[in-house]
C-alpha cells in the first residue's frame, strides 16, 4: 500500500477508445496534477468496464485519493465505476456539476463524456472536482445512507 498522505495527492485517470483524446488533452492541460494514466494507450476498440474497475482498484489499494474516468459519453463508465462499493462516481457535464458532486455527494471519480465535453469545460470541471471539500454537516446522513443500500 502506498503512502496514505502521498496517494491523497494522485489522481487515477483512465478511459476507453472515445476518451483517449480527453484524456491525453487533460494530463497537458493540468501538468501540475500528478496523474496516475491507467490506460488506455491509443484510440484503438477497448472495454470501458475494465478501465473502470482498475481505477476502483487503484483508489482501493491506495494508490490513488481521487479518480478521473473518461468514455464517448461518460455513462457506462460511471456505471461501471459505481458497482464498486467504495467509489462515488460522478457523470458531470459542467463546472457547477463538478464543484457540487464534491460539496455535497464526496465525489471520489469525476467521469466526462470524450465525445460531449469539450477540453476546456473538462479542464475546468476536473480543476473544480480537485479543489473542492465536501462540505459534511447534513450531506453525511445522506453519504452513510448509500452504504446501507
Given at each position: 500500500?502506498?503512502?496514505?498522505?502521498?496517494?491523497?495527492?494522485?489522481?487515477?485517470?483512465?478511459?476507453?477508445?472515445?476518451?483517449?483524446?480527453?484524456?491525453?488533452?487533460?494530463?497537458?492541460?493540468?501538468?501540475?496534477?500528478?496523474?496516475?494514466?491507467?490506460?488506455?494507450?491509443?484510440?484503438?476498440?477497448?472495454?470501458?468496464?475494465?478501465?473502470?474497475?482498475?481505477?476502483?482498484?487503484?483508489?482501493?489499494?491506495?494508490?490513488?485519493?481521487?479518480?478521473?474516468?473518461?468514455?464517448?459519453?461518460?455513462?457506462?463508465?460511471?456505471?461501471?465505476?459505481?458497482?464498486?462499493?467504495?467509489?462515488r462516481c460522478a457523470l458531470v457535464h459542467d463546472v457547477t456539476g463538478a464543484r457540487l458532486c464534491?460539496?455535497?455527494?464526496?465525489?471520489?471519480?469525476?467521469?466526462?463524456?470524450?465525445?460531449?465535453?469539450?477540453?476546456?469545460?473538462?479542464?475546468?470541471?476536473?480543476?473544480?472536482?480537485?479543489?473542492?471539500?465536501?462540505?459534511?454537516?447534513?450531506?453525511?446522513?445522506?453519504?452513510?445512507?448509500?452504504?446501507?443500500?
Amino acid at each position: 500500500m502506498a503512502d496514505k498522505d502521498e496517494s491523497a495527492r494522485v489522481v487515477a485517470i483512465a478511459c476507453d477508445h472515445g476518451g483517449f483524446a480527453l484524456k491525453e488533452a487533460l494530463k497537458v492541460a493540468l501538468p501540475d496534477v500528478k496523474w496516475l494514466d491507467l490506460g488506455t494507450s491509443g484510440p484503438e476498440s477497448v472495454d470501458y468496464p475494465d478501465f473502470a474497475h482498475k481505477l476502483a482498484d487503484a483508489i482501493r489499494d491506495g494508490k490513488a485519493g481521487r479518480g478521473i474516468l473518461v468514455c464517448g459519453s461518460g455513462i457506462g463508465i460511471s456505471i461501471a465505476a459505481n458497482r464498486h462499493a467504495h467509489i462515488r462516481c460522478a457523470l458531470v457535464h459542467d463546472v457547477t456539476g463538478a464543484r457540487l458532486c464534491r460539496q455535497h455527494n464526496d465525489a471520489n471519480v469525476l467521469a466526462l463524456g470524450g465525445r460531449t465535453t469539450g477540453d476546456v469545460v473538462a479542464k475546468e470541471c476536473v480543476e473544480a472536482f480537485l479543489s473542492t471539500a465536501f462540505e459534511g454537516g447534513r450531506h453525511q446522513k445522506r453519504i452513510d445512507k448509500l452504504g446501507a443500500c
